[in-house]
């Protein structure tokens, strides 16, 4: 199956820096998504975001499919920012089921 | 986007017994997904649960550990059968979009804990 790994595992940044975290996925995509986990366990969609590159307010991301990759960035960072962040994908050709596989995610610590 | 509901938020439940997760949408969607995520680790998609047909269990999981009923467009069940300490998870339903049935919104997960 496809593999979806995260980088890096664990980030500790100091309020008002920026971060990005990276996603790397082993074959070709027709579904991408990254998602926020926040420190009570809600999971917020944060983009989809197969191709190309989008922006929302301080996060912004692309993805280079031919190059298999991902990138979320956070800039001005905020504690409220603190959680995981997980990229989940669906394999290109698995007939737009909706099944995701999802990394490990980045864990993101945001200090005052 | 969809507002999803999940019951029980919380439970702690003896080995052996089982447990009924309860997912209810807002709004009429086609496709809903069922994911454990164990402590500490990323989530895993257990099954999708279409109106109307059987679920359609991933690799690792059976039917008769996690039944799943989807009896309408906005609910589902899912049950975690004889459970064991390694069923101690949080459960996450979720659902296609509203405006792009590609993305997925998750519930607010049942934390579920076995002894």
């Known amino acids: 199956g496809i593999q979806v790994e995260q980088s890096p595992p664990d980030l500790i940044l100091q309020e008002g820096a920026n971060s990005t975290l990276r996603c790397n996925f082993s074959?070709?995509?027709?579904?991408l998504q990254w998602f926020h986990q926040n420190p009570w366990g809600q999971l917020i969609n944060l983009f989809y975001i197969p191709s190309g590159t989008k922006q929302n307010g301080r996060l912004s991301a692309t993805t280079v499919a031919t190059e298999r990759y991902s990138l979320l960035y956070i800039s001005s960072s905020q504690t409220t920012d603190s959680g995981v962040y997980f990229c989940a994908v669906e394999r290109n050709g698995s007939g737009n089921t909706g099944k995701l596989i999802f990394g490990q995610g980045t864990t993101l610590q945001v200090k005052p | 986007s969809a507002v999803i509901s999940q019951k029980p938020s919380r439970d702690i439940c003896q080995r052996g017994t089982s447990l009924t997760i309860q997912c209810q949408v807002d709004s009429q969607v086609t496709m809903m997904f069922w994911y454990r995520q164990q402590p500490g680790q990323s989530l895993t998609l257990i099954a999708t649960?279409?109106?109307?047909?059987?679920?359609?269990?991933e690799s690792g999981f059976v039917i008769d550990k996690f039944p799943i009923s989807r009896p309408n467009l906005t609910f589902s069940t899912l049950t975690v059968s004889n459970m064991s300490p390694e069923d101690s998870s949080i459960y996450l339903c979720?659902?296609?979009?509203?405006?792009?049935?590609?993305?997925?919104?998750f519930g607010p997960g049942t934390r579920l804990t076995v002894t």
């Open positions: 649960a279409n109106q109307g047909s059987e679920a359609t269990y």
């Open positions: 074959d070709s995509v027709n579904n």
């Open positions: 979720s659902v296609e979009g509203d405006r792009n049935r590609y993305e997925q919104y």
